[in-house]
């Protein structure tokens, strides 16, 4: 008999257990003003490589193999209506770079990268210059700032429900493909864009409870025009791999964030442009490869 009641006993508490298991809301955007300053610890590496033909001329190949850590300072200078940062400065701190597996100095410690919104044009400098071709692509994959009419994470990736962990949702394709045109991808579908985000687990980060997210997103898309490309040159094919770990505290309130990031994008284009006074054909392939790690911590 007892061990009947203890067999009941074990029931029910497991029967409660489950059905208390704690939901909660989901709010990837934390909004940003002007004037928010965060420490950054942050380390990328980038592999890519462009192969350029010009009629059946042997193709020229440029490659980049180049990783940076950092720390530094970023301070929020403006924000869009919605709280996205629009306009940020990045003081380093510390940093260490390799390029082609060998030392490299294109950052210092000191050196000041400043990002900003200019007429929907992204500007970014650093110390007050145009980047150098390492430099450029090390911040183009590493920092973002958003124009005015970018939609937030929560309206791209997240859900209006209540969540406990293990829920997955589909991501807004139709409001993504809207943005990414907007941004200069033009003709991308809903169709071509697809991903999911999943509510982990619950954890800690700088000691407050957090939620940790996993998101994957997958975009295969062809005939369309690729941003800073000339209108004579279309877009083959363009395809994006991408996956990421994200935690974020549980109050809404707190803008501390861990942030893990892998993507992969393959793309062909092509087309006739004018050449010293001739027509020829171009044809462009690029494989490129990108990972980072960044943590986010409001100076106060």
Not at 71 to 88: D, I, W
Not at 184 to 191: H, P, S, T
Request: glycine letters at 6%; aromatic letters at 6%.
């Amino acid at each position: 008999m007892t061990s009947l009641r203890l067999l009941i006993a074990i029931f029910f508490s497991t029967l409660l257990s489950v059905r208390a298991e704690e939901t909660y809301e989901v709010r990837l955007h934390r909004p940003a003003k002007a004037g928010d300053r965060f420490r950054i610890a942050a380390k990328i590496a980038i592999e890519s490589e462009t192969s350029t033909t010009f009629d059946n001329e042997d193709a020229d190949v440029e490659k980049m193999n180049a990783a940076c850590k950092l720390t530094g300072e970023l301070g929020v200078v403006a924000v869009t209506p919605k709280g996205l940062v629009s306009e940020l400065k990045l003081k380093i701190s510390d940093v260490e770079c390799v390029n082609d597996s060998a030392k490299a100095d294109f950052f210092k410690s000191g050196d000041v990268i400043h990002l900003r919104y200019d007429r929907e044009e992204k500007v970014v400098e650093v110390n007050g210059d145009e980047p150098d071709e390492l430099q450029g692509a090390v911040i183009d994959d590493l920092l973002s700032v958003a124009s005015d009419t970018e939609p937030t994470d929560d309206e791209v990736y997240g859900t209006k429900e209540k969540v406990a962990p293990g829920a997955e949702w589909p991501m807004n394709s139709e409001l993504a493909a809207k943005s990414w045109s907007e941004e200069g991808f033009e003709g991308m579908k809903a169709g071509d864009i697809k991903g999911t985000t999943k509510f982990v687990e619950t954890t800690t980060l700088d000691g407050q409870s957090a939620l940790r997210f996993r998101g994957v997103l997958k975009v295969s898309s062809a005939k369309m025009k690729m941003p800073r490309n000339p209108d004579e040159i279309k877009t083959k094919h363009f395809s994006m791999e991408a996956s990421d770990d994200t935690e974020i505290p549980v109050d809404p309130a707190a803008v501390s964030s861990r942030v893990k990031l892998q993507v992969k994008i393959e793309a062909e284009s092509g087309g006739k442009i004018d050449r010293d006074g001739e027509t020829v054909k171009v044809n462009i392939k690029t494989r490129h490869r990108y990972a980072y790690e960044i943590a986010e911590t409001p100076v106060k």
